[in-house]
């Protein structure tokens, strides 16, 4: 079965930076598209970033400049290195299988169970 296990979230004050990480079971890297998304209380679903197995990397407005989402093949994991962190980045973050474009990053079916962001003075 497909699997993500999402962890490395945290209280961070504004400026600070996380990294997240996303270990994938159940499925290649090399195979497929991986997007991070993110959810706040209240507020919809977005996308945040996402790279495909090409290693292709695309980045919403917000997170560029800010974030920068890799891979590690060998451990099948995809990481977002998350600088300069703001209070409307607080949200529970996710990783997920995903359809992924210069212009789109949609979910595709498999999700983690997500990881709390949150940044606060």
């Known amino acids: 079965q497909v699997q993500f296990v999402e962890s490395g979230g945290g209280l961070v004050q504004p400026g600070g930076s996380l990294r997240l990480s996303c270990a994938a079971s159940?499925?290649?890297?090399?195979?497929?598209?991986i997007g991070w998304f993110r959810q706040a209380p209240g507020k919809e679903r977005e996308g945040v970033s996402c790279?495909?197995?090409?290693?292709?990397?695309y980045y919403t407005a917000s997170a560029k400049g800010r974030f920068t989402i890799s891979r590690d093949r060998a451990k099948n994991t995809v990481y977002l290195q998350m600088n300069s962190l703001k209070p409307e980045d607080t949200a529970v973050y996710y990783c997920a299988t995903s359809i992924c474009t210069t212009y789109y990053n949609v979910p595709s079916g498999y999700w983690g169970q997500g990881t709390q962001v949150t940044v606060s003075s």
């Open positions: 790279i495909t197995s090409d290693g292709n990397t």
């Open positions: 159940g499925f290649t890297l090399d195979s497929g598209a």
